[in-house]
């Protein structure tokens, strides 16, 4: 019995051995395989296939670009995410059959949302993504199966499901779709991230801000965008995406930097009323183009800056940066430095006078004109103070003749004093010449120095200079002989810190003489109490300013006219300084009715609203009936408005960002303007700044016609919102 227990646990123990023996054997087979693997070519071959299948390496992470604001904090430009969505067709937990029990309902929720595709048509795009992963997973068994180790093209991973990029709330919509509101490796939902660019107050200043490539990542092309666009753009960080437990993640090695932001001198008020203004003359006029400029006196800040150029349509937009660019002989806005040259150096004083007769002076054979000169009007002598309030070329060649004409080179030297011919730099790129004035010089061997260039050039010709020039020179007049450069980047921030202040540089803090200076400014408030800018006067504030009217060099000749006007307000105490600019307008040419009442609308609407106004001066005491139409728009706004004005006003049903106004006997009415995404929104009745908002909003893109309230809109209220596509309002 002891004998037979003997032998059966001898015959399991040799079964228990071998059974080890044979694991042993089996450990070390896989150990060796291991080993072979990790240490072989084979092994290297592996690794890349699980990387390339599990790991995408070094994907750039493209920063927040800067955003630009107003000199309040408005914003101009901002950068936000847009999402491309793609499928993962091979996702690891997709599966076929609850792919197809979903498809037909994502599908038309798609279609719903998007609907530049049917239902049927993305059906169509969704299912042939996984047939075309299906082809894949064939060809790669057919290679297995032949021992080819020939790759196929994996394109099913990312099929682009929808034609444009969403933003982020529309990214959570769709999110809860049929079949895509299901984890991502089962959805296969890719979105992609990038950044767009944005002007939530559209065309806005929209040339000075500037625009940036379509490619984010080229950064800025023109404006501010492109001159600080090292500081908007950031520094790019780095990431890769890895596969981990079948969900593709993103792992950051190196964070991005975002961009600095840029707070600007523009005042988004300012800004509207000289756009408007402009415009409007523009239109009346049927002018080529435009340019209009206001700054601060003391600061140097510029508050509003327009660069309209005339389209085939016939309708103005934002186009070349007019205003530092614009090439041309300033005409007779140059006249006030001809004589401030002249009354610093002692040539003249205002009371001396010159014989103009009737209006008709011959020099070198050439014949100088007043602009009076076919009435046949004779005028006789002329002070220098009335010259330059009736813009009298003769009365200017005779002045420089008098004091340069056997020494030009002075003359040109008193123009380098007050510092006009400074070669500066801008917040705006330019090429070339652009941006710089060009006067001649006698001993210029490149811009030859004629025989009549110097009673020329005393009343605006034979010489360049841009707008932003003359608006510095006035500026410099208005700001007590201190002319200091004209300038639109105030402050540059980072994480949310000012790290960067700039003010105005002083190109001059004498222009000239102290009594040159009264004398200047004393002949520049006559151009408009008597001279050609009348109508530029107003009932609210004394204005002093000079007109120009220069015709434009073309093909060796002359053809169409420049008209100008720049001065400042209040002119007993300077606060702004405004230049206007038309050219080719159509009519009788004329630089006081045509720039010059541009310059009086902004002007006045400015001081309105920036400078005198009080709340008391704005209330009017008499009955409802008689009081304030109030706009339609922002409900916090208008509330903000009336309870200001002490006005009585009620409140709406139910909380809403958007009001209709009306009023009975009693009380200002508000009703809520119901709003729906995918339809057109009724902005009648609104100001420009609350219709641009609310449409470009939604999405949609917006041209303006007109100053004042809405009067219509080429889409009718309630139709079918197509993103991107262009509304017009006109006001009135």
């Given at each position: ?9 001898k ?17 070390v ?10 240490f072989t ?14 790991v995408i ?9 800067g955003?630009?604001?107003?000199h309040?904090?408005?914003?101009l430009a901002?950068t936000?995410p ?6 993962d067709?091979w ?16 599908s038309v ?14 059906k ?15 060809e790669?068994r057919?290679n297995?199966?032949?021992g080819?180790d020939?790759?196929?093209?994996i ?10 990029d ?5 990214l959570?919509e ?10 991502s ?25 500037g625009n ?14 492109l001159?600080?666009?090292?500081l ?14 079948g969900k593709?993640m ?15 001198t ?5 800004q ?6 402009l ?11 435009g340019t209009?400029?206001?700054?601060e ?11 309209l ?21 300033p005409?007779?806005?140059f ?24 209006g ?7 014949w ?19 010259g ?6 003769v009365v ?21 004093r ?10 705006v ?11 001649r010089?006698?001993?210029d ?7 009549t ?14 707008p ?15 002319m ?5 980047a ?17 190109i ?21 109490e008597?001279?050609t ?22 093909g ?9 006007f720049?001065?400042?307000f ?12 038309l ?19 902004i ?8 400078v ?8 009017i ?9 109030i706009?339609?728009?922002n ?8 309870t ?19 009023q009975?006997s009693?009380v ?19 100001g ?9 909003k ?15 809109q ?12 262009t509304?017009?309002?006109t006001?009135?």
């Amino acid at each position: 019995m002891q004998e037979q227990k003997r032998r059966d646990k001898k015959g399991v123990l040799g079964r228990y051995g071998l059974i080890v023996a044979l694991l042993m054997f089996l450990a070390v087979a896989i150990i060796f395989k291991a080993a072979q693997i990790v240490f072989t070519t084979e092994g290297k071959k592996w690794r890349e296939v699980g990387v390339k299948e599990t790991v995408i390496k070094d994907r750039v992470i493209l920063p927040k670009r800067g955003n630009i604001y107003t000199h309040d904090g408005k914003l101009l430009a901002t950068t936000e995410p847009l999402y491309s969505i793609y499928m993962d067709f091979w996702a690891g937990g997709m599966e076929k059959d609850t792919l197809d029990k979903y498809v037909g309902d994502l599908s038309v929720a798609l279609s719903k949302k998007f609907p530049d595709r049917s239902a049927a048509q993305y059906k169509s795009v969704i299912m042939n993504g996984w047939m075309m992963r299906e082809k894949e997973e064939r060809e790669i068994r057919e290679n297995q199966a032949r021992g080819s180790d020939k790759k196929v093209a994996i394109r099913s991973r990312y099929v682009k499901i929808l034609r444009r990029d969403i933003s982020y709330v529309e990214l959570k919509e769709i999110r809860t779709y049929p079949f895509w509101n299901q984890r991502s490796n089962r959805s296969g939902l890719i979105a992609e991230e990038r950044n767009a660019r944005k002007k939530p107050f559209g065309n806005l200043a929209t040339r000075t801000v500037g625009n940036v490539y379509k490619d984010l990542e080229k950064g800025g092309a023109s404006g501010l965008e492109l001159k600080y666009d090292s500081l908007l753009s950031g520094v790019p960080g780095v990431k890769f995406r890895q596969k981990i437990q079948g969900k593709w993640m993103d792992v950051v090695e190196k964070p991005a930097e975002e961009g600095w932001d840029i707070v600007t001198t523009i005042d988004a008020d300012i800004q509207d009323i000289a756009e408007r203004s402009l415009r409007d003359k523009l239109v009346e006029t049927e002018a080529e183009s435009g340019t209009a400029i206001i700054m601060e006196v003391q600061s140097g800040e510029i508050k509003g800056i327009v660069n309209l150029d005339r389209l085939t349509s016939g309708d103005y937009a934002e186009g070349n940066p007019n205003a530092f660019s614009y090439m041309n002989e300033p005409g007779s806005t140059f006249k006030t430095v001809t004589a401030m040259v002249a009354l610093d150096d002692g040539v003249v004083t205002p009371t001396d006078s010159f014989y103009v007769g009737n209006g008709l002076f011959q020099y070198n054979k050439r014949w100088v004109r007043d602009h009076y000169w076919r009435r046949g009007q004779n005028r006789g002598f002329l002070t220098v103070a009335e010259g330059i309030a009736i813009s009298s070329n003769v009365v200017m060649s005779k002045i420089v003749l008098k004091g340069y004409e056997n020494n030009p080179a002075k003359y040109v030297e008193g123009i380098d004093r007050i510092g006009l011919r400074k070669q500066l730099k801008w917040d705006v790129p330019l090429n070339g010449i652009e941006g710089t004035s060009s006067i001649r010089f006698p001993d210029d061997k490149t811009n030859y120095w004629s025989r009549t260039t110097l009673p020329w050039m005393s009343f605006g010709y034979e010489t360049k200079i841009p707008p932003i020039y003359m608006l510095m020179f006035y500026n410099g007049i208005a700001n007590g002989g201190n002319m200091i450069k004209p300038f639109i980047a105030k402050q540059f921030v980072k994480d949310g810190k000012v790290t960067r202040e700039m003010e105005a540089e002083v190109i001059n803090p004498k222009m000239c003489k102290e009594t040159t200076l009264q004398q200047i400014q004393e002949m520049l408030v006559g151009v408009v109490e008597e001279g050609t800018a009348k109508v530029v006067g107003s009932d609210y504030f004394p204005i002093a300013g000079k007109t120009g009217t220069a015709q434009i060099a073309s093909g060796g000749g002359y053809g169409g006219y420049y008209v100008s006007f720049c001065g400042y307000f209040p002119a007993d105490k300077p606060m702004y300084t405004i230049f206007v600019g038309l050219r080719k307008p159509k009519g009788v040419p004329s630089g006081g009715g045509m720039a010059g009442m541009v310059f009086k609308n902004i002007a006045e609407q400015t001081y309105v609203r920036k400078v005198q106004l009080t709340v008391e001066d704005c209330k009017i005491d008499s009955t409802l009936q008689k009081e304030p139409v109030i706009k339609h728009g922002n409900w916090k706004q208008n509330q903000k408005l009336l309870t200001l004005l002490n006005y009585p006003v009620s409140k709406p049903d139910e909380a809403t960002d958007w009001v209709k106004m009306t009023q009975d006997s009693l009380v200002y009415q508000p009703q809520t303007l119901t709003l729906n995404r995918s339809l057109i929104p009724d902005v009648r009745g609104m100001g420009a700044r609350d219709a641009v908002y609310l449409l470009e909003k939604m999405g949609l893109r917006t041209n303006l016609t007109g100053a004042g309230k809405v009067v219509s809109q080429s889409f009718t209220p309630g139709q079918k919102l197509v993103r991107g596509t262009t509304i017009t309002i006109t006001l009135q």
